[in-house]
């Protein structure tokens, strides 16, 4: 008989890898893996696990290069590529922008945060700050709802559709701070949908379908008196849709005979949306300033009569035909051409002629005569619109402090721009005739007055003591 073969399927593996596959620094490498103690071993191995990027630096700087056949057969994964080089930033004039990451937008545009620091320049147009209005709730910097608020906003375009039938059963004061927040920080700006979402909900046909109670406009907005829509005014929403919004047109009424004498009146139109409204801000940027229309700011405050607080800012030069400004027209009885616009581009700087502006501000003062508070910050080029005089129809126009507006007692006069240590010698002269222009008007309201009206505060910029020193020498400059 044949003799058996027995085949050892199960036998032990050699502890040492076979000749072969050793490399060259092997025996170095092993030693010095050899030296280090088990605590080190263990120390690197913790220090590995919390940092994904320090393990993987030490495994490449650990591991030698080996050919990629061998890599295969001993399943070491590949060294990793070396990062690319960070290209250094760099400001706009060249000069190396300071280590670290970029500073948030909020710290560098005004326009995105009211808290910012006033970090622009005076001669800069991009941005103007903004102010809140006096009284409106604002939560605290950094609170929970703060926090919250500028997440829901941040993400309002997903906000508005997954809370669309909760948003209009917050308090009143939540929710005019949240659209005060959507305003400033969503970048799209805040809509005509946005504002009739959160003040009176979604549409009947929705809460129909959900059978949902639809909720009464005098009970939910009867305690809301702010509106802030600072940056959104001109961009996103115009004021023709914001008059329709607030005050829609009412129907006709009914011809219809009454049954009885004792009925009850049926309602002759739509209720206000905020019946209330005494705060409101209409503040806009200078990018978006030629947008905003002054003849639709006459129409829509002939429908806010109980308003007592308005903000301005940015707006620019009062006039119905802002269009027309450089448009002339050919007079069929003289042949000659003519200004087409009541403003030219000549009337102020050489003329000196603000017929026009004052007699738009005359028409707003004669319908917001319950204003106590004013905000035109950012509205320096038409300062004296507020204190000129101009010839009208046998009639002098000007601008009545002591009558129409004579219940303003906060004027704010603010250039919206600040100073800063690199500004040029001709943005400090522009920032002091500013102040200037604040400073004439506030004497001429308070020389108008003259102990008949309310005592006015106009609040205006001021200069540092190296600013002032400048426009000292420079002034004295001239007068040589």
């Not at 092993?30 to 280090?36: F, I």
């Not at 690319?84 to 060249?94: A, D, E, K, S, T």
């Not at 009569?305 to 030069?317: D, I, M, N, V, Y």
């Not at 002629?353 to 738009?360: G, H, N, P």
Request: with cysteine; aromatic share 6%.
């Amino acid at each position: 008989m044949p003799k058996k073969r027995h085949n050892n399927k199960y036998s032990k593996p050699p502890s040492v890898a076979p000749a072969s596959l050793s490399l060259s620094s092997s025996s170095h490498q092993t030693s010095r893996n050899h030296d280090r103690s088990v605590n080190e071993l263990l120390a690197n191995l913790r220090r590995s696990n919390l940092n994904s990027n320090a393990a993987r630096d030490n495994f490449s700087a650990a591991t030698p290069s080996v050919p990629p056949i061998i890599r295969q057969i001993l399943q070491i994964p590949e060294t990793p590529a070396p990062e690319p080089r960070r290209l250094q930033r760099r400001v706009i004039n060249g000069r190396r922008a300071p280590p670290g990451p970029p500073p948030p937008r909020s710290w560098i545009s005004l326009s995105q945060s009211r808290h910012a620091p006033p970090a622009l320049k005076a001669g800069s147009a991009g941005h103007i700050q903004h102010w809140p209005l006096p009284g409106a709730y604002l939560p605290s910097e950094g609170s929970l709802i703060d926090m919250v608020m500028r997440r829901i906003a941040t993400d309002w375009e997903q906000q508005r559709e997954w809370n669309r039938f909760y948003l209009y059963t917050l308090p009143s004061r939540i929710r005019t701070a949240l659209l005060s927040h959507v305003s400033e920080l969503y970048e799209p700006g805040l809509s005509v949908h946005d504002l009739r979402l959160v003040l009176s909900g979604p549409p009947v046909e929705e809460l129909t379908k959900y059978d949902l109670p639809q909720a009464d406009l005098n009970q939910l907005n009867g305690d809301t008196f702010y509106l802030d829509l600072a940056g959104s005014i001109g961009k996103s929403i115009t004021l023709k849709e914001l008059s329709e919004l607030l005050c829609p047109p009412k129907a006709d009424p009914i011809s219809d005979l009454q049954d009885s004498w004792d009925a009850p009146e049926l309602a002759s139109g739509p209720v206000q949306l905020m019946p209330n409204l005494t705060h409101l801000s209409l503040a806009v940027n200078p990018a978006t300033a030629p947008s905003v229309s002054w003849r639709q700011l006459l129409s829509m405050a002939a429908k806010l009569p109980k308003l007592t607080h308005l903000s301005l800012a940015g707006w620019p030069e009062p006039s119905l035909t802002p269009n027309a400004k450089y448009a002339k027209i050919t007079s069929s009885a003289t042949g000659q051409s003519i200004q087409y616009g009541g403003t030219g581009p000549y009337s102020h700087n050489l003329d000196g002629d603000w017929s026009e502006a004052i007699v738009v501000l005359k028409r707003l003062s004669k319908t917001l005569y319950g204003l106590e508070y004013l905000d035109l910050t950012g509205c320096a080029e038409w300062f004296p619109a507020l204190i000129r005089e101009s010839d009208g129809d046998l009639t002098i126009d000007f601008v009545d402090w002591a009558g129409d507006w004579g219940k303003i007692t906060t004027l704010r006069l603010n250039s919206g721009y600040a100073l800063v240590d690199e500004s040029s010698k001709a943005e400090v002269l522009r920032f002091s005739e500013f102040i200037d222009a604040a400073t004439a008007v506030e004497r001429h309201i308070r020389a108008q007055r003259s102990g008949r009206g309310r005592w006015i505060t106009v609040e205006k910029d001021s200069l540092s003591d190296a600013a002032k020193a400048l426009v000292e020498s420079e002034r004295l400059r001239n007068a040589l």
